[in-house]
């Protein structure tokens, strides 16, 4: 079965720095992987995904991500966060292919990101 | 994009009682509706697999007479909280793939946070 490690719970920054969310997958198959977005008392905003093509994909508000296939990993980036960047970022994974299990999205525990001014 | 909402945003009910959450797609229509528990920092758990016109799919470890799932039309299912008790406390989600097997692309309703009493 696949798994979603977030390492950081918690990852508090200034703005205007650079920030990295880790993300890690532990799946034998192909995967899509995405990042979610969860802004205080609303729910989840898809912020991108990787389905395939372009290892590394954007999103419209400056953030991205990268797949890298031999480390497992799909870490989140963004080279200056704003006060409005605040929220609980959640990574997923979809296995790839046929199959019960082709639409299960397994979550990661979350990483909250606190910019501080 | 695609709009998932969910009824009520937020529930305080007593022990014993029943609570019916709602989640519609209000633009697309979803044969299929996702239903999520959130705990507080955890990640999101798949709790069941919402189908219209038949049966919900429920995943491993969730009592299927305790959370009753109805999918009974293209834009709304039900999951209804029968005998709620404290332990049932918790944040649930609801989401939808805007198109029919297009489990890529889901859309998430704002959550309804649920206090049993």
């Known amino acids: 079965a696949q798994s979603v490690t977030q390492l950081d719970s918690q990852v508090p920054v200034f703005e205007e720095a650079p920030v990295e969310l880790r993300c890690n997958y532990s799946?034998?198959?192909?995967?899509?992987l995405f990042w979610y977005v969860q802004y205080p008392n609303q729910g989840l905003q898809l912020l991108l995904k990787y389905l395939s093509g372009s290892t590394l994909v954007e999103s419209i508000n400056g953030f991205e991500a990268e797949f890298n296939k031999s480390q497992t990993s799909f870490h989140l980036r963004k080279p200056s966060v704003h006060i409005s960047d605040t929220a609980e970022y959640f990574c997923a994974v979809i296995i790839r292919g046929s199959g019960g299990s082709n639409y299960k999205l397994t979550f990661g525990k979350g990483t909250l990101l606190t910019v501080n001014p | 994009g695609a709009v998932v909402s969910q009824h009520p945003s937020r529930v305080i009910c007593k022990s014993g009682t029943s609570v019916k959450i709602e989640c519609r797609s209000l633009?697309?229509?979803?044969?299929?509706m996702f239903w999520y528990r959130q705990f507080p920092k955890q990640s999101l758990m798949l709790m069941a697999t919402?189908?219209?016109?038949?049966?919900?799919?429920?995943e491993q470890g969730v009592e299927k007479d305790k959370f009753l799932i109805n999918h009974a039309s293209l834009t709304l299912s039900t999951l209804t909280v029968t005998s709620a008790h404290p332990e049932d406390s918790s944040f649930y989600i609801c989401?939808?793939?805007?198109?029919?097997?297009?489990?890529?692309?889901?859309?998430f309703g704002p959550g309804t946070r649920l206090t049993v009493l």
């Open positions: 799946s034998s198959v192909s995967v899509y």
């Open positions: 633009d697309f229509q979803a044969t299929t």
């Open positions: 919402s189908n219209e016109g038949s049966k919900a799919t429920y």
């Open positions: 989401s939808a793939p805007s198109r029919p097997s297009l489990y890529n692309e889901q859309f």
